[in-house]
């Protein structure tokens, strides 16, 4: 693997043809000794959100060693990256009976989710009865606070509950109870209220429950979605978890997975063409770029170029090189108004979700990845580096 000092330094020096994915193990690491020593529990790595084992052997060095995996491709990615170590938890509320005993007979599995009674009758099923299991009962909760919402698919509601728990407490070792507020939650109130909704299902269903888990949707730090400091969701969920009818030795756990990978990688993009207020780059809808093609988020951007640039910001949008309309982000991305065919761009904070929904259609993909040693363009972790962090140009140097 290559590796640079900068940004700027990849363009410069190595004035690639395809886009080029950056990784700062760096800021990985920073993310997860923030939620190992900060977050008053345990922290699971979801791990759709980057699957890349390099990242997952940085944060299982750094001080995460549980991972939230959703299928059985995942569970088996985990198990060979670290080679049997760290805990492997099945969190997705639906999966296939061959998944789960693979995943408990091969793998070492103990933990996983459901959201119905069917699902546990199958997790039994397929474990032969195992009298050492982790059940986690999903519950629907809001994603009014969530850029994204994720309170449609799964989730046990409150009238559910009291059925499915008890029965899940007389299989289970330990009962959990999950919930996830949604991607990119822009306020610690999602978590004060869904655990109001866990109150309410435990003390409806007199269970003694061993373990909650708030789920993922810790945000991350993109232009328009500026969160408060992490430490107010952390506090936020202590307070509910502290005052909920539990068992006085159960666990607190979260997933966070945008928050630990995010600042991790950026891309480099070339600009084919211009035209008006639109550019041309190399990566797009079906690359990098799903999440600001489809659902219209917003990256921090910035322009590669040794001599600075005097021209006023604009607002673009960008395509994608593939011949589909749709391949398109609508932005706006500010960059100079002088950016031009031949320029480079770097589009930041997308090691989450960026390289896991990249995709090989109409020919156009890259596999170059090169490691830097700058900052991410934004961070959540370091004080000092601004939101828009190198937002117009770079200087060499």
């Known amino acids: 693997m290559h590796k640079h000092h900068s940004a700027l330094g990849v363009a410069t020096a190595l004035k690639p043809a395809a886009p080029v994915t950056l990784i700062r193990p760096q800021a990985a690491a920073r993310a997860a000794r923030f939620f190992s020593e900060k977050f008053p529990g345990r922290s699971l790595y979801a791990v759709k959100a980057n699957p890349s084992p390099d990242l997952i052997r940085t944060l299982f060095a750094s001080g995460i060693t549980h991972f939230d995996v959703a299928s059985i491709a995942e569970v088996r990615l985990v198990a060979e990256t670290l080679q049997g170590e760290g805990k492997l938890c099945f969190m997705h509320p639906v999966k296939a009976e061959e998944a789960i005993a693979e995943a408990y007979h091969i793998h070492g599995v103990r933990t996983f989710s459901l959201d119905t009674l069917d699902e546990l009758a199958k997790i039994m099923r397929a474990t032969n009865d195992a009298t050492d299991l982790e059940l986690c009962v999903r519950l629907r909760v809001s994603s009014e606070h969530s850029e994204l919402s994720l309170a449609s698919k799964f989730g046990a509601e409150l009238g559910e509950t009291r059925e499915l728990l008890m029965a899940t407490r007389q299989a289970a070792d ?44 810790f945000p991350s730090i993109y232009p328009g979605m500026e969160p408060v400091a992490l430490e107010n969701y952390f506090d936020a969920i202590h307070r509910g978890f502290e005052s909920l009818p539990i068992s006085y030795s159960a666990e607190l756990w979260c997933e966070p997975g945008r928050a630990l990978s995010a600042e991790y990688s950026s891309v480099v993009v070339r600009v084919e063409r211009r035209r008006g207020t639109e550019l041309y780059i190399n990566d797009g809808a079906y690359g990098a770029l799903f999440d600001a093609a489809h659902i219209g988020w917003r990256f921090p951007v910035a322009l590669l170029r040794e001599e600075e640039s005097e021209a006023e910001l604009t607002g673009f949008s960008f395509y994608g090189p593939t011949c589909d309309d749709m391949d398109h982000m609508v932005g706006p991305f500010m960059l100079p108004d002088d950016v031009q065919a031949g320029d480079y761009i770097e589009i930041g904070m997308l090691g989450a979700y960026g390289a896991a929904m990249r995709t090989g259609f109409n020919g156009f993909t890259s596999e170059a990845v090169v490691e830097v040693e700058d900052e991410p363009m934004a961070s959540l972790y370091v004080d000092a580096i601004p939101v828009r962090r190198r937002a117009t140009v770079i200087k060499l140097g």
């Open 174 to 217: 330990a009962l959990g109870i999950c919930f996830h507020v949604g991607s990119q939650a822009m306020s610690p109130q999602a978590y004060s209220d869904a655990i109001e909704r866990v109150r309410a299902a435990i003390v409806d269903a007199a269970v003694t429950v061993d373990i909650i888990d708030v789920g993922g949707g």
